[in-house]
């Protein structure tokens, strides 16, 4: 069993602080010890990403990376075990530059962790990028990890979130622009020749965000297609791509913040909205494999008969080719809504207790928030943790109104045809 993520955030706190607070010292003698007998990096040349927990993460920083790598740095990522899978949609880190955690268990984190650190050094990484947002764990990775340049959010005189003195290079974290934009800022940070405090004074333009797609194999293509026409059979539902549109309803989400869920009720009369509306389109309601029991009640709700329960029918590394085929997608603030942005798919994504000016998909996506004054409640300053337990942010979103927005972007993908 997984550690859970109320534990995961414990440990950082009633263990991560006091172990910033006893090695930042030790940090900071090694860095002086270092600074006497060798001099540091003109350059990032072997440049670490650390983001841990965050699945769509690894799509938001992947144009930040690609700019890293035009750069002239030989990119590195270290993630959990479990996430890995979101690195592969891209593959801009070679499957060699990737480093795991498995957090299934303490054993197997610490063993895990230390592992790593042994890694990195016999690497030679000589720069580090923390990507969490005053993670001590991953402060406590930046700082031991032997690189000589390490960058990452400092608080500066702000309170609550200290997490020791583990930077060399102390960026501030900007809550007012998306964080495809902080992570640039971050970029820039690694690569400046002079100081800044902070880091970054720069301005980064809309047009410099720029997601590369991923490049889909015919063959895995066809087999996904070969499978949906199956299922469509098996179900007596008459299904032939190209005549009739493929209408995606990813109605869960992950559980490190389930207040992101639209219930499962207002999932299945949707389905009935949109089934009412375009009778003869197919709609395959997704999910992972634990999602199947979760994703069948949302259909058996709605008791439409060309609904589709596709929950664990397409592997991670399928999702892409699933979406070239599909023509809309419904889901929550949630991974699939990243993904999705590696490929031309329009998506509807809704959001409550975060917000899309910040946590947006830059794929072809319309986000709906209900812009409630308590919203977004989750944020860098509380570690995504929220009291709530009544999410009446995605409550007070109808169906009306996400109905509205998917016929907006099937009529944009009928136009693109």
Known sequence: MSISVNTMRAIDHWVGVPLCAIMSPVVALIDVVKGIFTTGPKAPKKLLFIELSEMGSAILVDPAMRNAQARGAELFFLIFKSNQASLTLLNTVKPENIFTIDASSLRTLLVDTITFLIKARMRGIDTVVDLELFSRFTALLTGLCGARR???YHIFHGEGLWRGTMLTRKVHYNPHIHITKNFFSLIHAAFATEIEVPFSKIQIRDDEIQLAQAIIDPAVRNAVLERIESLARTADVPYRHGQQRLILINPNASDLLPQRRWSQQRFSELIRAVHARWPADL???T?????FDYVEQVRRVAEVKVAINFAGQVKF????ALYTLSDVMVTNDSGPGHFSAVTALRTVVLFGPETPALYGSIGNSIAITANLACSPCVSA???RKTPCQNNVCMQAITVADVLAKVEVQLDAADRAR
């Open 150 to 152: 390490r960058v990452g």
């Open 287 to 291: 999910g992972s494999p634990a999602e």
């Open 317 to 320: 590394g399928e999702l892409p």
């Open 381 to 383: 300053a509380n570690h």
């Open 283 to 285: 709609i395959l309601i």
